[in-house]
């Protein structure tokens, strides 16, 4: 356990949704702990609930760990009780070495201050010598790319300069654990990948990082262990792949990210549902990159409709969309549809990386105006296995070798 630098034992935190019984309940814990009566009880009070809840996991030195789950399951409450911004109500955190965090945005920044002395602030805060700032303050400007900017008051700053300009710090002062939350996305591209290249160096450097992010990508390539959280407790912790499929589950189980289905139109076809099935027409749930797939569309029409233009629409967890499938715009024109029947697309290859896709589905009069019905996510459509690359669409491509003369010596098509 030497190695280990982080050690999380049984910890809960709770909050209260009433500000006025919140207050009073600090009040209440603030004047027991006073007394010498210990902290406040395990069991929840009247409009309290767990944001964490018996929490434990280790973190080693060099390891990086993800932290992932939807909106509102602890990981933000988790780091900052890990930071020592906020007490736990249960359990113990146990920290060696060197902390530094970057968890807010501008957190620790004095806006009416410039770059240049918030730099010197946040150093001598943690412990690090004049001289040793002195060193380092070219590399901190210079990865932040605010030359030109550093001598500005932060508060003049857009959010990327500034999410810029403290991960630089929290990356070049040397800590033997780093923290950084979802603040990140605020990069732009270019800056994110200085960000997974210095968080590599500082993994081989023997740091211990600690990363909340939604950008599964970003966790699948940076870190080597994953935690998923679900309702403040720690329902899975070990391999980054196993982890997002378990959250990509719990997403559709509590259809967080997926709006309600959204039923619009004039009605004279109604959309039934939708089956995905196999080349057997068997109905499948999981799907391999390349697998051959039939989506079949069920309608039910309660008058006669002339050559209606069906519209299937994939997208990434009801997210942006992937691609788009159009009758009218395949050459296809439908016969008069009455009464149930159905209306079969067939995918020959299934070219989408792992993930899970839903389904909108839209069926139009010929103008492209009047809508007979549509409906948001129908089905979804999961994805694992095949190709660990960033991006959903997978290209069938062709790889080529030649000389300097243009003479081709090798070859490889990947369908």
């Not at 209306?343 to 299934?350: A, G, K, R, S, T």
């Amino acid at each position: 356990m030497a190695d280990t630098l982080v050690s999380v034992h049984g910890v809960g935190k709770k909050f209260c949704r009433s500000l006025k019984r919140s207050l009073w309940y600090g009040l209440r814990d603030l004047g027991s702990e006073l007394a010498g009566r210990g902290s406040a009880s395990r069991k929840l009070r009247k409009n309290e609930f767990w944001a964490v809840k018996d929490a434990s996991f280790h973190v080693q030195r060099g390891e990086t760990l993800g932290l992932i789950g939807h909106n509102g399951a602890g990981k933000t409450t988790l780091l900052r009780m890990l930071t020592g911004l906020i007490k736990p109500d249960a359990g113990r955190i146990e920290v060696r070495g060197r902390l530094q965090a970057l968890i807010a945005l501008g957190a620790g920044f004095n806006p009416l201050l410039t770059g240049r002395e918030n730099i010197y602030i946040n150093a001598s805060i943690l412990g690090v010598s004049k001289r040793d700032i002195d060193r380092l303050f070219d590399r901190i400007v210079d990865f932040a790319g605010l030359e030109d900017s550093i001598d500005m008051p932060v508060q003049s700053y857009s959010s990327g300069m500034t999410v810029r300009l403290g991960f630089s710090i929290s990356a070049h002062l040397e800590p033997d654990i780093l923290l950084v939350d979802e603040v990140l996305s605020v990069g732009d591209l270019a800056f994110r990948t200085k960000c997974q290249v210095r968080i590599g160096e500082m993994k081989q450097r023997g740091v211990a990082i600690i990363l909340v992010s939604h950008n599964l990508h970003t966790i699948t390539h940076v870190c080597s262990r994953a935690i998923t959280l679900d309702r403040g407790r720690v329902v899975f912790d070990g391999d980054t792949e196993r982890a997002i499929d378990i959250y990509r589950e719990s997403l559709i189980e509590r259809n967080i990210g997926i709006s309600d289905s959204l039923r619009a139109g004039t009605g004279e076809i109604r959309i039934r549902r939708i089956e995905v099935l196999n080349r057997l027409g068997e109905a499948q749930s999981q799907w391999t990159t390349g697998d051959f797939v039939a989506l079949r569309l069920h309608y039910a029409a309660r008058e006669p409709v002339e050559e209606p233009v069906f519209n299937l629409i994939l997208r990434v967890m009801n997210g942006h969309p992937v691609t788009g499938l159009r009758t009218d715009v395949d050459g296809l024109r439908l016969r008069t549809l009455e009464g149930e029947g159905y209306v079969d697309v067939e995918i020959p290859h299934l070219n989408l990386f792992p993930n899970i896709y839903t389904v909108d589905v839209v069926i139009f009069h010929q103008d492209g105006v009047t809508f007979y019905d549509r409906l948001n996510h129908v089905t979804t459509v999961r994805v694992r296995g095949g190709h660990p690359i960033d991006g959903t669409t997978f290209l069938p491509h062709a790889w080529r070798q030649g000389t300097s003369r243009g003479a081709e010596v090798a070859a490889l098509h990947v369908k």
